[in-house]
């Protein structure tokens, strides 16, 4: 979350910020949310499919191809 708030606001946050941000955080559930979908795409098990049919890459959470109908591979 550190990373996220100073990238945001593109200056170091001290620790007093950062703890004002957390409470923040915990009472608004769109950024939690916000921050688990940043954690999820920054994280190295963050995988991607692709279609095997046209090589088009599709979100992780996708199984098939919504053009061909195929199932979606890894990307490895």
């Known amino acids: 979350m550190t990373a996220v708030a100073q990238g945001l606001t593109n ?11 957390a409470q923040q955080v915990q009472n ?3 950024a ?5 979908e940043i954690n999820g795409a920054l994280s190295p098990e963050h995988t991607v499919k692709y279609c095997p049919e046209d090589g ?3 979100s ?5 191809c919504p ?3 195929m199932k ?3 990307v490895e």
């Open 11 to 21: 200056k170091p946050l001290t620790e007093d910020q950062l703890k004002q941000v």
């Open 28 to 30: 608004d559930p769109q």
């Open 56 to 58: 088009v890459r599709y």
């Open 67 to 69: 053009d061909h109908k």
């Open 60 to 64: 992780a959470d996708m199984i098939w």
């Open 32 to 36: 939690q949310s916000a921050l688990q």
């Open 72 to 74: 979606l591979e890894w």
